[in-house]
């Protein structure tokens, strides 16, 4: 069972991996602007008064936007050349953006980072949950929402800082 996890998560890093060079359209970008990339399956976009967005090709995402996949869906965030998020099958995110600052939050499923490069200064990127806190510098990895209460990290490169949650 652990083994069928592994590759699965392989061919999750893989598919992630192979879309950095289709996310060089977004090369003006910084860390702090992101786009919507690539979509698979049903995919819902949500403004910050929680009405539909119609999707487009590289659509900004801002403050307040939130996203759901569903059974069999992906969505693929590029925040610029060389970083991306991967949001997995049954997985709800918020994008919470603060001058240079960003961060996701997950409140189900699954997401995967892939930051090659740090990031410049005074920019920050975090992935936040219900029990911690991630901060993303040049890193990949995976943050998985257990339940309201578990939060499982899987650390591929580079280092994060985790702070948890009361």
């Not at 090369?27 to 008064?49: E, F, H, S, W, Y």
């Not at 759901?68 to 050349?81: M, P, V």
């Not at 995110?93 to 600052?101: A, F, I, L, N, T």
Request: glycine share 8%; aromatic share 8%; with cysteine.
């Amino acid at each position: 069972m652990r083994m069928k996890k592994f590759l699965t998560f392989l061919l999750t890093l893989a598919m992630v991996v192979s879309m950095l060079p289709a996310a060089a359209f977004a090369a003006n970008n910084t860390a702090t602007t992101m786009r919507l990339a690539k979509t698979q399956g049903t995919v819902a976009v949500t403004n910050a008064t929680g009405k539909q967005v119609k999707q487009t090709g590289n659509m900004k995402l801002y403050n307040g936007y939130k996203m759901k996949t569903g059974a069999k869906s992906y969505a693929w965030i590029s925040l610029d050349d060389t970083k991306v998020v991967k949001l997995d099958a049954n997985s709800s995110v918020e994008v919470q953006k603060q001058g240079k600052s960003l961060t996701l939050y997950l409140s189900s499923g699954n997401i995967f980072f892939n930051v090659k490069e740090k990031l410049s200064g005074g920019e920050s990127f975090h992935i936040k949950t219900s029990t911690m806190t991630t901060g993303i510098r040049g890193t990949s990895g995976c943050v998985r929402v257990i339940n309201p209460r578990v939060t499982e990290i899987h650390l591929l490169t580079g280092q994060i800082e985790v702070y948890t949650e009361n």
